[in-house]
């Protein structure tokens, strides 16, 4: 389990750092290893799958679409390195020392996950990496439950790995939605 | 009579304004008369329901929703204060032709006025009264937009004042409702709040507020409506207050500072009145004027100071009516109007103001030297009153809204009905008084020939009838060939009179200088605060989660 | 509450739908319209705040894939931080540990539902000339109202006592703060649309307030105003785009009567809904009601200034605004039977 969670971390360190294709869609995969693998004993066994399922579907995505390079940290990404870090060591602080009970490294993973991903699309431009960051959010989204006390069921983890596959699809659904005129200024 | 009937001096002006809509959406204008056919049948209603019995008649129809429920309550008092919103507005609304919209909006005031007076509780009152300001608003910026207004800022605080006080007395005491409001919950803040609502309500300041300036605009039709409509309603709050604290406020100094404070805005408007350079001019003070010194005897806390009160109050809404109707030119009409309005003998104002100064000495103490204040108002206005006979008329107003026999018969009327005091103070006042106020034996009493107080007997129609008499004869033998229009100089200039109006302005240009301007950019501010920045929100966050570690 | 705010909203979309001006598109606003009720319904049915978390961040993704001059990632920030600040709100309430966890817990959930709606602190960009379906509005006024319901209301049952008078503080805090500065600003302001704006968050900064005062008066006023934000100020702002393109105020009955609505002036539904804030307020801090009911004057001379930006509606627009009067008049007399079917 520490071991997923160290995963987790780098997967989403990766999508933090990375600009390219490749290093975003290396670290969707190992993030979506990372947290399919301590939702399993969360109760959620049925979500992990789909989790697991979600986040495959959102790396492949990616990896067709952006700049074909890895772009892994490109000039002036030291910030987003230094949050990387500090936000890895906080949320080890409050996983393993602050809080109690079973289950420290889920709480360390989405703790960290949220995190950085809300991080990574306030200070991104671009959208390829906003739609990866997106998408991993929505994993770590679908695996919280299993912080619960009692079993979730898998209903939040297949909603969060449905947005994941889904989100990163969407620009080219849109287009063709987007070409109903938009109601006009004057009105609305 | 059902009790459901009570509903019907608010519902039929209702059903008017809902009439008067429909026909004016198709293109038809019903005219006055069926304008004023809302109104007068409020009116009648009121008579109906009230003469055969002459007791209190209660309605409830079950909760509102915040708070309180809709009970409707016809007591002497509402029935003195209906009679007072609505003869005037009844009067103006049937003689003046108006659009079909705003003679929809003024109805619906009329009918929101006598919402305020029939609730049985402060908060039904307090949204009733806020629905009245309202369309008061609307009325007058519907009529003309650039001429002057009551501010709006202070009728919604008055009502929102009223609002809370009647909260407060929900929570403290389980209800607001006039009647059942415990003695103990009207402590001095919450009678605090009803007086703060009843004198911003009909504008009871000392300095020109909107019951003078609404007389100045080009056209009175709206003007008249409203002061008919709302000037009596913070006097009503005031009446109320003496229901619910058991006959008096929760301490005397209410009283003494009130009824000083009816001097004081008395003697306001006397002073703006005697400077006056139209006619127009001084009777925009009229109102004003009267309401002084109503507020003066009615706060006093006394059953005779309440019945002169309530007689003078009848007599405001007498001379709403008269002055809404009457010419800007010189006339008879014109003179008997001022003859009326400072009081001359033997006027119902007349009657009304001796039995008020007759009332502070009764009660005592301080409350002597408030008498003594009222009569050299009083004797102010009568000068202001004689310079005004020989005052240009003023801007003129639009010939159609004018009624100068309606007006004269109107100032005529009150000027006759001084020896009928003693009927309208048992007829009308007095029930109102005992309905509010415990009546120790013996304090006010009387019949139609005269008034009996504690300390004298007034005997109104010997006294008054004479009066009377003497001059109308005088009256014919001078006529108006006398009065030559001709700028008289006021008897004095208060220094300061134009302060206010300059602090304003100093106030409204004042502007950071230049060198500062770069210290506090509004503009700036803004932009940082709406961008939409990251960093200000994580200062926020990290805010708030300091906040509660508190 | 949340279905009743469900339902108000459906309301107003249908208001504008059929009341909009003949040259706005009607396709494309009830095409998106609905795909936002949709949202709404499954976020007042989703048994979890998990799910509402995710069908929230559907949303803001959908928007911000509309056409706009603002760019896509600009225009997901503040979406996308309520998310998070949701997220690591509730984590925190689930973890055990010291409780001081499960006020930053109560912290993250109210300053998430402050983001999502765009109150102050966490404003979203605003650009007075894009589409209203773009904006930000949709979140105060539409999307807003049954989400905060249901955020609440949720919250309310993840949040343990120790941390409960934090969250009505900070609500009661925030609400406050959006009261001030919603109506100084939108008096203030140089653009109308933006003064709109403002104006909306005013009326969620007493909304806010009400909740925080967590019993049944403050809950019915707050429910009041924001069926009068939904059903009041969402369509006469909808009906006022032509004229604040056009910038030429008017000074016409109609005019005030709409500024006495956005004022919450008597006989509208903002007035019940002060005044059962002012008794709730009286009933747990007097000097909280003392406060309110000095800003409650605020309103005033925005409302003034919005009313007269409005322009004078002709025609459908016309029938519409009478249709907005006559809810808020009976809203504002009557209020029970909303209130007795929210269960207040």
Redesign the interface.
């Known amino acids: 389990m520490v071991e997923a969670a160290f995963v987790a971390w780098v997967g989403a360190a990766l999508v933090v750092l990375a600009d390219g294709r490749r290093g975003l869609a290396l670290g969707l995969v190992l993030l979506t290893a990372g947290l399919a693998v301590l939702a399993w004993p969360a109760g959620m066994a049925f979500g992990a799958v789909a989790i697991a399922a979600g986040g495959l579907v959102a790396a492949g995505q990616c990896l067709r679409s952006g700049p074909a390079s890895w772009g892994i940290m490109p000039a002036g990404s030291t910030p987003r390195l230094i949050i990387c870090i500090a936000s890895g060591l906080l949320a080890l602080w409050v996983a393993a020392s602050?809080?109690?009970?079973t289950g420290a490294p889920l709480?360390f993973a989405?703790?960290l996950v949220?995190?950085l991903?809300?991080a990574r699309?306030?200070?991104?431009?671009?959208?390829g990496a906003?739609l990866a960051a997106?998408a991993s959010?929505?994993l770590?989204?679908?695996v919280?439950?299993g912080?619960?006390?009692t079993s979730?069921g898998p209903?939040?983890a297949i909603?969060?790995a449905l947005?994941a596959a889904g989100?990163v699809f969407?620009?080219a659904g849109?287009a063709r939605l987007?070409s109903?005129?938009?109601?006009?200024?004057?009105?609305? | 009579m059902p009790s459901i009937a009570l509903l019907a001096p608010v519902l039929l002006p209702l059903i008017a304004a809902g009439v008067i809509t429909a026909f004016g959406l198709s293109g038809f204008n019903l005219g006055p008369i069926a304008v004023g056919a809302g109104a007068w049948a409020a009116v009648l209603a009121l008579l109906v329901l009230w003469i055969p019995l002459r007791s209190t008649q209660e309605l409830s129809l079950g909760q509102l929703g915040f708070g309180t429920g809709l009970q409707l309550r016809l007591d002497a008092v509402a029935f003195a204060f209906g009679l007072m919103v609505l003869v005037p507005a009844a009067l103006v609304l049937t003689l003046q032709r108006r659009n079909w919209q705003e003679a929809a909006i003024g109805v619906l005031g009329v009918a929101a006025a006598m919402g305020a007076i029939e609730a049985g509780g402060v908060v039904l009152t307090a949204l009733a009264g806020g629905t009245a300001a309202t369309l008061a608003i609307v009325q007058l910026d519907a009529e003309d937009v650039r001429a002057p207004r009551p501010r709006w800022s202070m009728l919604l605080a008055a009502w929102l004042a009223l609002s809370w006080a009647g909260v407060i007395l929900q929570v403290r005491s389980g209800t607001a409702a006039y009647a059942a409001v415990p003695v103990s919950a009207l402590t001095a803040p919450v009678f605090a709040l009803i007086a703060l609502a009843g004198l911003m309500a009909s504008g009871l300041v000392p300095w020109r507020s909107w019951p003078a300036e609404v007389w100045s605009r080009p056209s009175l039709r709206a003007a008249g409506l409203v002061v008919a409509t709302l000037y009596p309603l913070g006097f009503y709050l005031l009446v109320r207050a003496y229901e619910m604290g058991d006959g008096r406020y929760p301490q005397v100094a209410f009283h003494a500072i009130l009824a000083s404070l009816g001097v004081v805005v008395a003697l306001g408007a006397a002073v703006r009145a005697q400077s006056a350079t139209t006619r127009r001019g001084f009777f925009a003070e009229v109102i004003p004027g009267i309401g002084g010194f109503a507020l003066m005897t009615v706060a006093l806390g006394t059953p005779l100071g309440l019945v002169a009160g309530l007689i003078t109050l009848a007599f405001a809404a007498a001379m709403t009516a008269c002055l809404s109707l009457l010419p800007d030119r010189a006339g008879p009409a014109s003179l008997v109007t001022i003859a009326a309005a400072v009081g001359l003998p033997p006027a119902l104002g007349f009657g009304a103001r001796v039995v008020g100064v007759e009332s502070t000495f009764e009660a005592g103490d301080f409350f002597g030297f408030i008498g003594v204040g009222g009569t050299i108002v009083w004797v102010l206005w009568m000068v202001a009153g004689a310079r005004a006979t020989g005052l240009p008329a003023g801007r003129g107003r639009p010939t159609g809204e004018t009624f100068p026999r309606v007006a004269m018969a109107v100032a005529a009327l009150t000027l006759v009905a001084g020896p009928a005091i003693g009927l309208i103070q048992s007829a009308f006042a007095s029930p109102a008084q005992a309905d509010v106020m415990p009546l120790p034996a013996g304090s006010v009493g009387g019949g139609l020939m005269s008034m009996v107080t504690v300390t004298t007997v007034l005997p109104v129609v010997a006294l008054f009838v004479p009066l009377l008499i003497i001059g109308v004869l005088a009256y014919g033998a001078a006529g108006t060939r006398l009065i030559r229009t001709q700028p008289r100089p006021p008897l004095f200039n208060l220094p300061w009179a134009g302060a206010a109006a300059r602090l304003r302005r100093a106030v409204a240009l004042a502007s950071m200088p230049e060198q500062y301007r770069s210290i506090l950019d509004l503009r700036a501010l803004e932009a940082a605060a709406m961008g939409g920045r990251p960093l200000i929100w994580l200062a926020s966050l990290v805010a708030l989660a300091f906040a509660v570690t508190r | 509450m949340e279905p009743e705010l469900l339902l108000a909203a459906a309301a107003a979309l249908g208001l504008a739908v059929v009341f909009t001006p003949l040259r706005v598109p009607r396709a494309s606003l009830l095409t998106w319209g609905l795909l936002g009720l949709a949202g709404m319904a499954a976020i007042v049915i989703a048994p979890s705040l998990d799910l509402v978390i995710l069908i929230l961040l559907v949303l803001a993704v959908l928007q911000a894939r509309l056409t706009s001059n603002r760019e896509f990632v600009t225009r997901l920030r503040a979406p996308v931080l309520a998310i998070a600040l949701l997220a690591l709100g509730l984590a925190f309430e689930r973890m055990q540990g010291p409780v001081v966890l499960d006020r930053f817990g109560a912290v993250g959930i109210v300053a998430g539902l402050v983001a999502a709606i765009g109150l102050l602190p966490y404003v979203h960009e605003f650009d007075p000339d894009e589409s209203v379906v773009a904006s930000p509005i949709p979140w105060m006024a539409f999307i807003g109202p049954p989400l905060a319901a249901t955020v609440l209301l949720q919250a309310n049952q993840v949040i343990p006592s120790d941390a409960g008078d934090a969250f009505g503080a900070m609500l009661i805090g925030l609400g406050l703060l959006n009261m001030i500065g919603g109506s100084l600003g939108s008096w203030r302001t140089e653009n109308d649309a933006s003064a709109w704006r403002y104006s909306f968050m005013a009326d969620w900064g007493l909304a806010m307030c009400g909740f925080g005062l967590a019993i049944a008066d403050g809950r019915s006023a707050a429910l009041l105003m924001l069926f009068s934000i939904v059903l009041g100020r969402l369509p006469l702002y909808l009906w006022s785009r032509q004229a604040l393109r056009e910038k030429v105020p008017t000074d016409r009955p109609i005019n005030l009567v709409v500024a006495a609505v956005l004022a919450g002036s008597a006989p509208f539904a903002g007035f019940p809904a002060r005044v059962l804030l002012l008794r709730g307020a009286t009933q747990l801090y007097w000097p909280l009601a003392l406060v309110l009911a000095a800003g409650m004057l605020l309103w005033l001379p925005s409302s003034l200034r919005l009313g007269r930006s409005m322009g004078v509606p002709r025609g459908r627009q016309a029938v519409g605004v009478a249709i907005v009067l006559a809810l808020n008049v009976l809203l504002g007399v009557y209020p029970q039977p909303l209130l007795t079917l929210a269960g207040l």
């Open positions: 602050v809080t109690s009970g709480r989405v703790l949220v995190g991903m809300g699309i306030l200070i991104s431009h671009e959208p906003v997106i959010l929505a770590a989204l679908g919280a439950p912080l619960a006390a979730p209903v939040a909603v969060g947005i989100v969407v620009p849109l987007a109903i005129p938009l109601a006009d200024k004057d009105g609305a």
